[in-house]
């Protein structure tokens, strides 16, 4: 059923558009994502309207409109809300699509004047209902009038399932990047997958090969980004054999057991934390332990070890993210956070020294075995504007272990270490020092790297001791240097 009230979470702009087409004599209908989230009772991310009108037709009678891609019988209109807002609306001429090629593009696009012609072309049933504009405010008309479902989006709604339209191998066959949608819609809504599409997207791998890494990691994200736990889209994958053809790395994560230190292997642990994590660090916390898997070493005495598991699986996710086509800075933000997750605060010898059930009551966390130089290092390698994050990576990393021995304290006592140590002045980089480039020049340095590796130097002196950051005690440090 849908919701009584349903005109009224529709904004008004779209009703705008809609009175538009009609005053003219063309239907109009809201159609995809928008249909399906109004009746789930969620605020949808955008409205799509499909009507008869002939792309000319369109903008013939809206003055502000965008046609580059009318050729595919889409103008996006321009309208205004009563505040004088302005919001954009795609509006596509009802259309039927063959002969796809390179498992994404149509090679033939046909425009027609019947709706379930339209929706017959797309991809899931609870996709693939519209809403008639036109009718949705008479008092008259019933359900069936206004809802136009002739592939049952709302039996697949009430029970939860994504469901190819029609066939469902020809439905992924057509278009590769259905298989991937279809994974994160369902981990998106925590729906699960129709038999018979899951089936088919095994099937139709070689197609899903073909899709772009861009539109790949595009769906990825949104999946990890829009799920309250992604880990139900990433099993999907795996199983479907989705995941191998673009991150066969945390396949290796499979069946590698830690025993001392976690109740699961890496794999599991991996989705675990990610389930766990805040938005800033859901890539760093699906990664964190990927390196654990080329890693993986048993002592004499039996233990298992993963020993610089955290530098090499920063290598690994930069190789990654680099071939899912991420930002550079978010490439180099993630390796980071993965390259620092094994900090130890208080220091691993600290530890030690100490009962584990006696360091919430002790004052000496405060000082943790770390120095002040050492924290001002933590800073400098992490970056100030990474702490927070790695923090965060930290605490859901701990949480979803119940064999972790983390105490909040930790975290706690080093953030307000942190905070003590940068009130005071604080030198974490060569532009942060009292002298420059051209003062050593001036005193004999050869310009050059001479100069960059005799500033850096100086910089961890500094580190250590901010008190040295003066101009002429780094003028004598430096001539020291050159004795």
Same mark, same amino acid.
């Given at each position: 059923?849908?919701?009584?009230?349903?005109?009224?979470?529709?904004?008004?702009?779209?009703?705008?558009?809609?009175?538009?087409?009609?005053?003219?004599?063309?239907?109009?209908?809201?159609?995809?994502?928008?249909?399906?989230?109004?009746?789930?009772?969620?605020?949808?991310?955008?409205?799509?309207?499909?009507?008869?009108?002939?792309?000319?037709?369109?903008?013939?009678?809206?003055?502000?409109?965008?046609? /580059?891609?009318?050729?595919?019988?889409?103008? +996006?209109? %321009?309208?205004?809300?009563? $505040?004088? *807002? !302005?919001?954009?609306? =795609?509006?596509?001429?009802?259309?039927?699509?063959?002969?796809?090629?390179?498992?994404?593009?149509?090679?033939?696009?046909?425009?027609?004047?019947?709706?379930?012609?339209?929706?017959?072309?797309?991809?899931?049933?609870?996709?693939?209902?519209?809403?008639?504009?036109?009718?949705?405010?008479?008092?008259?008309?019933?359900?069936?009038?206004?809802?136009?479902?002739?592939?049952?989006?709302?039996?697949?709604?009430?029970?939860?399932?994504?469901?190819?339209?029609?066939?469902?191998?020809?439905?992924?066959?057509?278009?590769?990047?259905?298989?991937?949608?279809?994974?994160?819609?369902?981990?998106?809504?925590?729906?699960?997958?129709?038999?018979? /599409?899951?089936?088919?997207?095994?099937?139709? +791998?070689? %197609?899903?090969?073909?899709? $772009?890494? *861009? !539109?790949?990691?595009? =769906?990825?994200?949104?999946?990890?980004?829009?799920?309250?736990?992604?880990?139900?889209?990433?099993?999907?994958?795996?199983?479907?054999?989705?995941?191998?053809?673009?991150?066969?790395?945390?396949?290796?994560?499979?069946?590698?057991?830690?025993?001392?230190?976690?109740?699961?292997?890496?794999?599991?642990?991996?989705?675990?934390?990610?389930?766990?994590?805040?938005?800033?660090?859901?890539?760093?916390?699906?990664?964190?332990?990927?390196?654990?898997?080329?890693?993986?070493?048993?002592?004499?005495?039996?233990?298992?070890?993963?020993?610089?598991?955290?530098?090499?699986?920063?290598?690994?996710?930069?190789?990654?993210?680099?071939?899912?086509?991420?930002?550079?800075?978010?490439?180099?933000?993630?390796?980071?956070?993965?390259?620092?997750?094994?900090?130890?605060?208080?220091?691993?010898?600290?530890?030690?020294?100490?009962?584990?059930?006696?360091?919430?009551?002790?004052?000496?966390?405060?000082?943790?075995?770390?120095?002040?130089?050492?924290?001002?290092?933590?800073?400098?390698?992490?970056?100030?504007?990474?702490?927070?994050?790695?923090?965060?990576?930290?605490?859901?990393?701990?949480?979803?272990?119940?064999?972790?021995?983390?105490?909040?304290?930790?975290?706690?006592?080093?953030?307000?270490?942190?905070?003590?140590?940068?009130?005071?002045?604080?030198?974490?980089?060569?532009?942060?020092?009292?002298?420059?480039?051209?003062?050593?020049?001036?005193?004999?340095?050869?310009?050059?790297?001479?100069?960059?590796?005799?500033?850096?130097?100086?910089?961890?002196?500094?580190?250590?001791?901010?008190?040295?950051?003066?101009?002429?005690?780094?003028?004598?440090?430096?001539?020291?240097?050159?004795?």
């Amino acid at each position: 059923m849908i919701p009584k009230d349903l005109s009224k979470k529709i904004p008004q702009y779209v009703f705008n558009v809609s009175d538009i087409l009609k005053d003219n004599g063309f239907k109009s209908y809201l159609v995809g994502g928008a249909v399906r989230d109004l009746i789930l009772n969620k605020a949808p991310k955008d409205y799509d309207i499909a009507t008869n009108a002939l792309p000319e037709q369109m903008e013939a009678i809206f003055p502000r409109c965008i046609t /580059t891609n009318a050729r595919f019988g889409t103008v +996006l209109v %321009v309208m205004e809300d009563e $505040s004088y *807002e !302005r919001f954009d609306v =795609e509006v596509t001429t009802f259309r039927k699509e063959e002969n796809y090629y390179n498992g994404r593009w149509p090679a033939s696009v046909e425009f027609t004047s019947d709706i379930i012609d339209d929706l017959s072309r797309r991809d899931f049933t609870i996709n693939a209902m519209a809403i008639d504009l036109t009718k949705i405010g008479e008092i008259s008309t019933i359900q069936e009038e206004i809802l136009i479902d002739p592939f049952d989006g709302m039996a697949d709604l009430d029970k939860r399932i994504v469901r190819a339209v029609r066939d469902p191998l020809e439905r992924f066959t057509e278009d590769g990047l259905r298989a991937y949608k279809a994974c994160r819609m369902a981990s998106e809504l925590q729906f699960t997958l129709d038999v018979q /599409t899951f089936e088919a997207i095994k099937q139709s +791998l070689n %197609v899903a090969k073909m899709i $772009s890494m *861009e !539109r790949i990691r595009d =769906e990825f994200n949104k999946m990890l980004f829009h799920s309250a736990k992604p880990s139900r889209g990433i099993n999907l994958m795996l199983k479907s054999g989705l995941l191998e053809l673009f991150i066969p790395e945390l396949i290796e994560c499979i069946g590698i057991f830690q025993p001392e230190y976690h109740e699961d292997d890496v794999y599991t642990h991996s989705l675990k934390v990610l389930d766990k994590a805040e938005d800033t660090v859901k890539l760093a916390a699906l990664f964190h332990d990927i390196g654990k898997a080329r890693t993986k070493s048993v002592g004499e005495d039996g233990r298992v070890h993963f020993y610089g598991h955290d530098q090499v699986g920063a290598d690994m996710v930069k190789e990654i993210l680099t071939r899912m086509k991420y930002s550079n800075q978010e490439i180099k933000r993630i390796t980071n956070l993965i390259k620092h997750h094994m900090f130890y605060y208080p220091s691993a010898q600290w530890r030690k020294d100490k009962q584990i059930s006696e360091i919430e009551k002790d004052e000496e966390i405060n000082i943790g075995g770390w120095s002040d130089g050492a924290v001002r290092r933590f800073i400098r390698s992490v970056g100030e504007e990474n702490v927070d994050d790695l923090f965060r990576l930290r605490i859901a990393d701990a949480t979803s272990n119940s064999k972790s021995l983390f105490n909040n304290i930790e975290i706690e006592a080093l953030q307000k270490r942190i905070a003590s140590i940068k009130a005071k002045d604080m030198v974490l980089k060569i532009t942060d020092l009292d002298i420059d480039g051209f003062d050593l020049i001036e005193i004999g340095v050869k310009p050059g790297p001479e100069v960059g590796k005799t500033l850096e130097i100086l910089l961890q002196r500094v580190i250590d001791d901010p008190k040295l950051n003066k101009k002429e005690i780094l003028l004598d440090l430096t001539r020291n240097l050159r004795k």
